[in-house]
């Protein structure tokens, strides 16, 4: 069965620094989605990716796919303590169905 | 504005005394789905619904159960609770285009309390 495994499992930096997070799968991705949860909280869509190399950007955060479709990367530039909560990546497990995974999360401080 | 409801958002329940918690949604979705979520955990997929249509993981044990009586609403029953099984349960829903490029919704949680 299909992993998402998610590196770093927390983080804590300093206001205005730049951080990213990786999510890596143990089987191609046909879609990959990351999502924010806050403590206690139901997930907050960020964004989807579906193409290899493919990359999006929403404000100050930025996810990209790699051209193997195995591994996507979240970054986020001069971060602020709103980008503080719980990243998680999340992929159809099984291409074709609605059998969804999660990565377990990172978890992000931003210290201000 | 267009979301997904769960109720209630904090449950207390007695080890074996059954529960229900509640999900509606004004997405008009047709996928809607439940996750149990511990803590520091992923959330993990108990099962979906695609319409009327009923979609159980494999590793979900029978003591969950859920119905949905139409598109907007869907109930988790958790027949007999265990210590184990206190958690954040989501509900999440997600139109149906072409899988598995479709972005969920989610509800805030409901935290449930095995005493």
């Known amino acids: 069965s299909q992993e998402l495994e998610q590196s770093p499992q927390s983080l804590i930096v300093q206001e205005g620094k730049n951080l990213t997070i990786n999510c890596t799968s143990s089987k191609t991705l046909y879609g990959l989605y990351w999502y924010k949860q806050k403590y206690g909280e139901g997930l907050i869509f960020l964004m989807m990716l579906q193409k290899g190399g493919e990359e999006k950007s929403h404000e100050k955060i930025t996810a990209k796919l790699d051209e193997k479709k195995q591994q996507s990367s979240l970054h986020i530039t001069a971060s602020q303590p709103s980008h503080a909560g719980t990243y998680l990546c999340?992929?159809?497990?099984?291409?074709?169905?609605?059998?969804?995974?999660f990565g377990t999360g990172t978890r992000l401080k931003v210290l201000a | 504005d267009a979301m997904v409801i769960q109720n209630p958002r904090y449950q207390v329940t007695q080890f074996g005394k059954p529960v229900t918690l509640s999900c509606s949604q004004t997405?008009?979705?047709?996928?809607m789905y439940w996750y149990q979520q511990k803590s520091s955990q992923a959330p993990k997929l108990l099962f979906h619904?695609?319409?009327?249509?009923?979609?159980n993981e494999a590793d979900t044990p029978d003591n969950f159960q859920s119905r949905r009586p139409n598109t907007s609403f869907c109930f988790l029953d958790i027949r007999s609770p265990g210590l184990g099984d206190a958690a954040m349960y989501l509900c999440?829903?997600?139109?149906?285009?072409?899988?598995?490029?479709?972005?969920?919704?989610f509800g805030p949680g409901t935290r449930l309390t095995v005493l």
């Open positions: 999340g992929a159809d497990s099984t291409s074709g169905t609605y059998k969804y995974i």
């Open positions: 999440a829903t997600s139109g149906t285009g072409n899988p598995p490029y479709n972005e969920q919704f």
């Open positions: 619904y695609y319409d009327k249509d009923f979609n």
């Open positions: 997405l008009n979705h047709n996928v």
